[in-house]
Each structure stands twice: as structure tokens, then as C-alpha cells.
């Protein structure tokens, strides 16, 4: 088992720059690929950037290539997703994630979640 927590979350203007965190626990963190998806109200979870376990590899949605930017602290086991110029439509709860199969966009590739973090961006 991998518990999973975000923080981190809050409000911010348009432009505006806020850092997740996800805390892990249990089983070895460094092991598992990670990954952060979103989800807005009415709208599916989707994806936004995930991480491979040993950090040198990425996978970007489009909507946040240039502007978010993931990392991870094994030796910490924490996870980090760096956003900036941030926009009113980032506004979702965000969610991490841990597996082992991938790091890309699938939800199936991770076996653990968090609880989610709020984000909220204001015109």
C-alpha cells in the first residue's frame, strides 16, 4: 500500500504561481511512477503530467507544457507540481497519483490516489 497526500492547494489570481505537494507513505515511494490528473466540476478527471519512478522521464498535457513543471524528492518521498501562469480554466481539484505500469495519461496505469487538493484561479 502507497497513502498518498496532496497539499499545497488554494487560491490564486490569474498569472499567479502555487506548488503541490504529494506526501507518500508505506510501500517505497521510489519504486512507483507518479502521476497528477485534475478534475473540474462537471467535467472528467483528466490529466496533467506524469513522472517516471526515477524521475528522468516526463509526459505533459498540452494545456500545461511550458507552465507546470512535476519533480520528485524520493529520498523525501514527495512529489511536487510546480505551476505557474496559472489560468482560470486550471481551476479543479488535483489529485496524485502512484503504479507501476506507466507514467503517461491512462488513470488505470495508477493503483494509488490521494484526496485531492483545490485549486481555485480567479479572473
Known amino acids: 500500500q502507497v497513502q498518498l497526500v496532496e497539499s499545497g492547494g488554494g487560491l490564486v489570481q490569474a498569472g499567479g504561481s502555487l506548488r503541490l505537494s504529494c506526501a507518500a507513505s508505506?510501500?517505497?515511494?521510489?519504486?512507483?511512477?507518479m502521476g497528477w490528473f485534475r478534475q473540474a466540476p462537471g467535467k472528467e478527471r483528466e490529466f496533467v503530467v506524469g513522472?517516471?519512478?526515477?524521475?528522468?522521464?516526463?509526459d505533459y498535457a498540452d494545456s500545461v507544457k511550458g507552465r507546470f513543471t512535476i519533480s520528485r524528492d524520493n529520498a523525501k518521498n514527495l512529489g511536487y507540481l510546480q505551476m505557474n501562469s496559472l489560468k482560470p480554466e486550471d481551476t479543479a481539484v488535483y489529485y496524485c497519483?502512484?503504479?507501476?505500469?506507466?507514467?503517461?495519461?491512462?488513470?488505470?496505469?495508477?493503483?494509488?490516489w490521494g484526496q485531492g487538493t483545490q485549486v481555485t484561479v480567479s479572473s
Open positions: 497519483a502512484a503504479g507501476l505500469r506507466s507514467w503517461g495519461k491512462s488513470p488505470y496505469d495508477y493503483i494509488y
Open positions: 513522472i517516471s519512478w526515477n524521475g528522468e522521464n516526463t
Open positions: 508505506g510501500r517505497t515511494f521510489s519504486s512507483y511512477n
